[in-house]
């Protein structure tokens, strides 16, 4: 099983470059969810989508953009990349009904210079 | 402001022993708490986790222990072994949104 995948694993770009961050998740999961990892800030719940077509700002949304086309698919957007954006972005998914455990991807490490 | 709390950023502990690692959280609403683990250049992985309708779950070496009125979450290995190196994140939940603490990172001296 794949399970998350993300894509890519490792990212530099240039203040006010944009890029879409992939993932995508074999496992039929209705929810899908963006983390960053910053030190000292553990993980922080930038956007989720409980379905195809539904998503939702979570703690730290400014700067970045979603769409759930379809329930596989997650993308995460920067339109405007920033230095405070230079992070490592975790995509994560889990069931909806009863009490799922969320399931990660392997991370994208973004640089913003 | 951080509704999920780990205090402690760093144990370290023999192979063989206890590892106790602890979490706080502020928010009532929780109802479904997790552990999880995470290596370097890798994503965390799900450990082990409770509801809030019990105090205790067991999973071979880790039990999770619930005290609702304390609002605290801990984890225990039993026992520990090198392989258990690693940083151990709590989270807690309400409904689909996910609350992470800082993380704690446990290293097991052989």
């Known amino acids: 099983n794949a399970g998350v995948t993300q894509t890519p694993k490792f990212q530099v770009l240039k203040t006010g470059q944009s890029m879409t961050l992939q993932c995508a998740q074999d496992?039929?999961?209705?929810?899908m969810s963006w983390y960053r990892q910053d030190p000292g800030m553990g993980l922080r719940l930038i956007h989720y989508?409980?379905?195809?077509?539904?998503?939702d700002q979570g703690e730290v949304p400014n700067g970045y953009n979603v769409s759930r086309s379809t329930t596989e698919d997650f993308p995460l957007r920067l339109l405007s990349a920033a230095p405070s954006q230079t992070s490592v972005y975790f995509c994560?998914?889990?069931?909806?009904?009863?009490?799922?455990?969320?399931?990660f991807g392997n991370g994208t490490r973004l640089t913003v210079t | 402001d951080q509704q999920v709390k780990q205090n402690s950023p760093s144990l370290s502990v023999q192979e063989g022993r206890i590892s106790i690692l602890n979490c706080d959280y502020t928010n009532s609403m929780f109802d479904y708490f997790l552990w999880y683990k995470k290596y370097p250049a890798e994503g965390p992985t799900f450990l082990i986790s409770i509801s809030s309708i019990k105090d205790k779950n067991e999973d071979g070496r880790f039990t999770v222990f619930l005290n609702k009125s304390a609002k605290h979450l801990s984890l225990h290995i039993v026992p520990s072994q090198p392989g258990d190196s690693a940083v151990y994140f709590c989270a807690a939940s309400a409904y689909v949104q996910f609350y992470f603490g800082t993380g704690t990172s446990l290293t097991v001296i052989p």
């Open positions: 496992m039929n999961h209705e929810y």
């Open positions: 989508s409980v379905g195809a077509g539904i998503t």
């Open positions: 994560a998914s889990s069931r909806l009904t009863g009490e799922a455990p969320l399931h």
